[in-house]
Antibody, heavy 121, light 108 residues
């Protein structure tokens, strides 16, 4: 249902743009969250975008550094993270709301396979 | 934000045994907006339970969720070899959604 772009290697200070392509459901009926997982760590919610109207809500710690967008013509969601540091090394997952029109507060099902972003000098 | 604390951090059990995992919230989670996920190494999390006690499609009935308010439990009645994994709880009652730190269920 959700297929993510491939692994990325970035230098500190750079930006990364990840994609998440949806299929087998009505794209605009569900929002998408991005959740990241640093090596050996737990899950951290980064933000959410409505595929219906592009409305976004971001976790406070990522405000000003993350941008989420959608392309309804290709059923794809993008997440751009700027000013990368080594602390941003993680697997980034996109995940669909479990219900239609959740508004950002929802359980997540299904999840994309994840994209590893490595940040190293 | 609502902080979720999972315990224990690691649970060492044998196949066939019962597992009981705890998730405690720093504030009441209204309408039981709590979910549980299973994650195996190198894989994405998989939804097990939503609404505190409703099993997701295709989840075996040996998995059950219970609780309300600030205390929630995931039980696995008889552990199968494929159940050894990390389990996370998530609250979606109040923004931002938050996850617990996880409980690892390992083979004893």
């Amino acid at each position: 249902h959700l297929v993510q772009s491939g692994a990325e290697v970035k230098k500190p200070g750079a930006s990364v743009r990840l994609s998440c392509k949806a299929s087998n459901y009505t794209f605009i009926s569900y929002g998408i969250s991005w959740v990241r997982q640093a090596p050996g760590q737990g899950l951290e919610w980064m933000g959410w975008i409505s595929a219906y109207n592009g409305y976004t809500t971001y976790a406070q710690r990522f405000e000003g550094r993350v941008t989420m967008t959608t392309d309804t013509s290709t059923s794809t969601v993008y997440m751009k993270l700027r000013s990368l540091t080594s602390d941003d090394t993680a697997v980034y997952h996109c995940a669909r709301d479990g219900l239609t029109y959740c508004g950002g507060d929802c359980y997540l099902n299904p999840w994309g396979q994840g994209t590893l972003v490595s940040v190293s000098p | 934000e609502i902080v979720l604390t999972q315990s224990p951090g690691t649970l060492s059990l044998s196949p066939g045994e019962r597992a009981t995992l705890s998730c405690r919230a720093s504030q009441s989670v209204s309408s039981n907006y709590l979910a549980w996920y299973q994650q195996k190494p190198g894989q994405a999390p998989r939804l097990l339970i939503f609404g505190a006690s409703s099993r997701a499609t295709g989840i075996p009935d040996r998995f059950s969720g219970s609780g309300s308010g600030t205390d929630f439990t995931l039980a696995i009645s008889r552990l199968e070899p494929e159940d050894f994994a990390v389990y996370y709880c998530q609250q979606y009652n109040r923004s931002p959604v938050t996850f617990g730190g996880g409980t690892k269920v390992e083979i004893k």
